[in-house]
């Protein structure tokens, strides 16, 4: 069996950006692919089922329970593999919801302008107005204590961020010299906005989409916590949390879920900044300039 030549090996990792090398994106990488291993082989990789009371209540981490259990006997470390499968995937169907809505409105804000622009920005704005985590609390009580109105909620307050930076992009994009020329050849509005407007305004806000993950992740998290979210004995890591402040003396309880918040709010932030870096011409030259 031919094994690979490491001079060819290094030249793959050479093709990589500078910025995709860095300290901080290999770990925020490592750890993202890791959750997405554990949240899809969580039935195989898990030694318990996370909703079986079977083993002693509160035991320390030991040999047959690593992360110890909770007051019902369950183990912590198939709940908070379990977990995974419930608060990352909603996390980034969060994200991705608040993307497209609030890119596609504030597209059509900086776009069209006058009456449109106002409505949506003065709804945008109006939204601004509340703190973020009291008018998702308020939302989610208004709709009722649940996993999924508690994203409803969260979508609520997250996509007027997207609004205003897309509204801003495409206000700077629309007067230049090929979105005219498009327009003067008889391209209808929204094949404008396809082909001219959205590849000239998507990295900044895919930016701004990875660097929300985290906070989405957070206040989900603490909806959840407030008794907001998912419910007994869904394994969601912010409704643990909260389970582990009864039993504050058994540490095990909560700090084992609320480190699986930590390593993915870090991972994304840190695979943000790497994708800010990456994009942005005159910070990844400078990086490459560091490098050599």
């Known amino acids: 069996m031919r094994r690979r030549d490491p001079l060819a090996r290094k030249g793959l990792l050479r093709r990589l950006p500078q910025a ?19 949240a899809l082989a969580a039935p195989v990789l898990a030694p318990h089922d996370p909703l079986a009371q079977e083993l ?28 995974a499968r419930v608060s990352i995937p909603l996390t980034l169907l969060l994200v991705a919801l608040s993307v497209l809505i609030g890119g596609l409105l504030g597209a059509c804000a900086g776009y ?13 704005d109006l939204v601004f107005a509340f703190p973020t985590v009291i008018l998702a609390m308020v939302v989610a009580a208004a709709l009722g204590a649940s996993l999924t109105n508690a994203v409803l909620a969260v979508l609520v307050v997250a996509w007027p961020a997207y609004a205003r930076v897309t509204r801003g992009l495409v206000l700077g994009v629309r007067e230049r010299e090929f979105v005219l020329s498009g327009r003067l050849l008889g391209f209808s509005v929204w094949r404008s906005l396809r082909v001219d407007v959205l590849p000239n305004v998507t990295g900044p806000v895919l930016v701004l989409a990875t660097l929300d993950i985290g906070t989405a992740l957070l206040l989900l998290s603490g909806l959840s916590f407030l008794g907001l979210g998912a419910k007994p004995p869904s394994p969601e890591w912010g409704a643990m949390v909260a389970s582990g402040v009864e039993v504050f003396d058994s540490w095990w309880v909560a700090t084992f879920p609320g480190l699986a918040i930590l390593t993915v709010v870090l991972a994304f932030n840190f695979l943000g900044d790497t994708l800010r870096d990456a994009l942005d011409p005159r910070t990844a030259r400078a990086i490459k300039e560091r490098a050599l």
């Open 112 to 124: 069209f302008g006058r009456w449109v622009d106002e409505t949506i920005m003065r709804v945008a």
């Open 56 to 83: 002693p209540r509160l035991a320390a981490p030991g040999p047959g329970h690593w992360f110890g259990t909770d007051q019902l006997g369950r183990d912590i470390l198939s709940r908070v593999m379990y977990g």
């Open 20 to 38: 995709w090398r860095q300290p901080l994106a290999v770990v925020g990488g490592v750890l993202v692919v890791a959750w997405i291993v554990v």
